[in-house]
């Protein structure tokens, strides 16, 4: 529901029990059966999921009409024709947790009914939760993906478990109908503050604008070192050099005659 895109199901026991069906395929796979290697090594797991989950989708588009409508008017899509096996399952006893019932045995029409979604949405949403505090799973940072039993998750508050649990719970559902049942709970979002941050980039010498004229210094400098003689260099400065020759005149090269 929470994509709107195919997914497989297992039907079993004449249709009243549904299956979610999870695949995994890793890259590196095989199975030694007897003598022989089987390469397709693909692993299927099933899990009995709750069919309410599967029709509230159908009961939630069924409700632009505004009309009471059986249950096999309500499951109907050409797309995915196998859905109306939803019919026969034995979630539809339960249906008036989450849309409105009239009729007799016989015939019996439904309507969704928003507040009745939300508080059975709650209900899964706080059970799951006990559930996680009751076998200790640890419900922060990237433990929580395999679900592994550490003491750390002995100090996961109540507000954690449901926060968690509500999440695992609106993989089930479609995104307009998790907001509102967020709100409808109270559950805050988490801002995850990004930790280890490159620093920033230095910025590049072309770009960096000098913000005084350190040429004019460095000429002041110099002048100001050149003008600064010792007595020897104030002496030398007064003697008639006119043709005097100068010391790396002796060693040029000879030109040649």
């Not at 590196?28 to 599967?54: A, E, K, M, Y």
Request: aromatic share 8%.
């Amino acid at each position: 529901p929470i994509t709107d895109r195919g997914a497989m199901f297992l039907f079993a026991n004449g249709d009243k029990d549904v299956f979610e069906v999870a695949v995994f395929a890793e890259s590196c796979r095989s199975w030694l059966i007897d003598n022989t290697v089987q390469q397709d090594g693909r692993l299927h797991v099933t899990t009995p999921i709750d069919s309410l989950f599967l029709l509230l989708p159908y009961l939630k588009k069924a409700k632009e009409g505004g009309m009471f409508m059986t249950l096999d008017q309500i499951v109907c899509d050409s797309d995915y024709p196998e859905c109306s096996r939803l019919v026969a399952t034995s979630g539809t006893s339960e249906l008036n947790q989450i849309a409105d019932v009239k009729g007799s045995d016989d015939l019996q029409v439904y309507r969704y009914n928003e507040e009745k979604v939300l508080s059975w949405l709650q209900t899964k949403t706080e059970r799951m939760a006990d559930k996680l505090s009751e076998r200790g799973i640890c419900v922060s940072g990237a433990q929580s993906s395999t679900y592994v039993r550490t003491k750390r998750a002995m100090t996961a508050s109540h507000d954690d478990y449901m926060r968690y649990a509500y999440g695992m719970v609106c993989d089930y559902i479609p995104s307009d109908v998790a907001s509102q049942l967020r709100e409808h709970m109270k559950i805050p979002e988490v801002v995850e503050k990004k930790e280890n941050e490159p620093p920033n980039k230095k910025a590049k010498l072309g770009d960096i604008t000098p913000t005084e004229d350190y040429s004019q210094e460095k000429a002041d400098t110099k002048s100001a070192k050149t003008g600064k003689l010792t007595a020897g260099q104030k002496k030398l400065s007064k003697v008639d050099k006119s043709g005097m020759k100068s010391l790396a005149s002796f060693f040029s090269p000879k030109a040649k005659s």
